[in-house]
């Protein structure tokens, strides 16, 4: 009987971390924690109270204040599909809008609101059995974790991906709009002083630009069950 991985997987954003890590977690009957996610549920509580805008500035204080109190928990619903929620209200879909995306990045460089989740997320893998997601999770959430992944691809290539998700959830938003918006956030999470995106020395990189996903799905097993093996 093989122990149950911790299985960390960092990356670019739009490289189809998420969609592995289901993946995974499915197949193996692990836990899947979208660490993103809640980034992006600090972002939408903040933009709810008008302390990120453009106009206004942000208003940083309020934001890591609020953060002691909030309640992010992931639940799968019937068709199996995993829901975030704050303070028990569903966001999943207010969270994957552009206007969240363009505001993320500065709640997730405040230090005390990466203590903060690092500290829940750490909570959620605990137990190990656990796939989790995002860009500090092999370095920073799980330095310990048996096998970590180090996601790229092409920003052509992550843009048009992400245009489609885009498109497929009804919001209109041109590839240039997509691209810029993806770029500044990978500028900003690889540069921001605490935990920046970085691949773990020990990570295996996995360029998916031309790749298909069920070859890199069989890549991924093929590392698992390496990984199991040695721990034997
Ligand atoms: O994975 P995502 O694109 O949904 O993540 C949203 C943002 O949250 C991303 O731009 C960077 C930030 N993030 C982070 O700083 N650390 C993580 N572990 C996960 C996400």
Request: charged letters at 25%.
């Amino acid at each position: 009987m093989y122990k149950p991985l911790t299985i960390a997987i960092d990356g670019h954003s739009s490289t189809g971390k998420s969609t592995l890590a289901k993946q995974l977690a499915m197949e193996l009957s692990y836990v899947y924690v979208d660490s993103g996610a809640m980034y992006r549920a600090v972002a939408l509580y903040a933009l709810r109270n008008g302390w990120v805008s453009k106009e206004h500035g942000c208003q940083d204080d309020a934001i890591i204040e609020a953060i002691k109190g909030l309640i992010i928990t992931f639940e799968i619903d019937s068709t199996g599909k995993n829901n975030t929620y704050l303070n028990g209200e569903c966001i999943e879909e207010q969270i994957r809008t552009m206007e969240v995306s363009n505001v993320v990045s500065h709640v997730a460089k405040l230090v005390p609101v990466r203590r903060r989740l690092v500290a829940l997320q750490q909570a959620m893998g605990q137990q190990g059995g656990v796939v989790m997601d995002g860009r500090d999770i092999g370095t920073v959430v799980f330095p310990d974790a048996e096998l970590k992944i180090f996601m790229t691809a092409s920003d052509m290539i992550r843009a048009q991906r992400r245009k489609s998700e885009l498109d497929s959830s009804g919001q209109e938003h041109s590839v240039m709009e997509v691209l810029q918006n993806l770029k500044s956030r990978d500028k900003a999470d690889m540069e921001r002083s605490d935990s920046p995106l970085v691949a773990a020395d020990d990570a295996k990189i996995l360029d998916n630009s031309a790749i298909s996903r069920p070859a890199q799905f069989d890549v991924v097993l093929k590392w698992i069950k390496e990984t199991s093996k040695k721990l034997l």
